[in-house]
């Protein structure tokens, strides 16, 4: 069902899970035989991290799908609504998510 | 309230993959198999703009390593004499971030013998739900007007980056998190397919250096 995509979804998923598996399966193995202050851990945190602040910035600033049909200063209105309510009620993550998901589906709304 | 927050989330991935033209049951086998949500949105992304293969498994494979330490962390804290292995690494299945920090916090108070137990139940409960509002969130998405529908797709971006900017305290993560932030939409215009794996490791290694030097070690508590 994926358009440009080549490969069968079931075959992706499969894999995705598979490479899942395969840290908590080496997680179960070595527990006990590794410190979470060792630096290798560190190093993991860090990479996914980075990782990950890249996948949210991208899919905040150049989206594919649905969102990918919004004006951009939508979706950085909603984020930036969502980050002054989170800092202001002392980092309530819910609260910040809940307002900045109004704020887009409010401008959709509007517009 | 994790569960409230977890839930809301694959609300999110399933009006994602509803919105991505994904089927109910992709969506749902996502989420029974592999059941660590960041590592199934970045799938769905890559997927869809055609990534190869390769390039999907091995960024799932760097952003799920986290579970690696996490696994190792709390299963000590179950281990019981008598108790066969296999069903150490059974229960191994049902560590996600929401799960471990519901249960680091509680295993050490319940007696040796029940923590097994307390684990494979809030591990289940937890589980269960995602599954449950996977499918809800899909067949959400398809019902709801378009602005709703937005907004859902928009929870999860907005969920993990008021997340990360929940913990700042440690510096290499700060530094892995700005250089992350600037990499990944940089490389994604050049490199897409690859981007998020060259962000990771070049963004996360410069970071976790950076770290390890005396100014990033100054004053800062690591956790």
Redesign the interface.
């Known amino acids: 069902m994926i358009e440009n995509a080549v490969y069968s979804p079931v075959l992706v998923i499969t894999l995705a899970a598979l490479a899942t598996y395969a840290s908590r399966l080496l997680g179960a193995f070595l527990s006990g035989r590794l410190t979470t202050a060792s630096p290798i851990v560190d190093w993991i945190t860090c990479v996914t991290y980075a990782l990950l602040a890249g996948l949210v910035v991208r899919m905040i600033w150049m989206p594919i799908g649905t969102l990918a049909q919004t004006p951009d200063w939508w979706r950085f209105a909603a984020a930036a609504s969502g980050l002054i309510v989170f800092t202001l009620s002392r980092k309530n993550v819910g609260l910040g998510v809940l307002v900045g998901s109004l704020v887009l589906m409010g401008l959709s709304w509007s517009a | 309230m994790p569960m ?2 977890m839930g ?1 989330s694959f609300v999110g991935f399933g009006s ?1 993959l509803h ?5 109910v049951w ?1 969506a749902l ?2 989420s029974l ?4 949500l ?6 769905a ?1 890559m ?4 990534a190869p ?1 390769m390039a ?21 804290h179950i ?1 019981q004499p008598g108790v066969p292995v296999w069903k ?2 059974a229960v ?2 049902l ?1 996600a971030a929401t799960s471990w920090v519901g249960t680091m916090r509680r295993l050490p108070d319940l007696a040796p013998d029940q923590r097994l137990s307390y684990l494979t139940g809030y591990g289940l409960l937890l589980y269960g739900s995602s599954l449950i509002a996977t499918v809800i969130g899909f067949y959400l998405s398809g019902q709801v007007p ?21 913990d700042l305290h440690n510096r ?2 700060v ?7 600037i ?3 940089m ?2 215009r050049v490199a897409p397919d690859w ?3 060259i ?7 410069a ?2 250096a950076l ?2 030097t005396k100014w990033g070690k100054k004053g800062l508590d ?1 956790d």
């Open positions: 409230l927050v809301a994602m919105a991505l033209n994904w089927t992709e086998f996502s198999s592999t059941w660590a960041p590592g199934q949105i970045a799938m992304d997927a869809y703009s055609g293969l999907i498994v091995l960024s799932v494979a760097f952003i799920n390593a986290r579970l690696l330490p996490l696994a190792a962390s709390l299963l000590p281990r150490y690494y191994s299945m560590v378009q602005h709703i529908t937005l907004a859902l797709v928009f929870l999860n971006p907005l969920y993990f980056m008021l997340l990360f900017l929940f290499s993560k530094l892995a998190l700005v250089f992350g932030a990499l990944g939409p490389l994604f981007s998020l794996i962000t990771g490791l070049a963004g996360g290694t970071a976790w770290g390890q690591r």
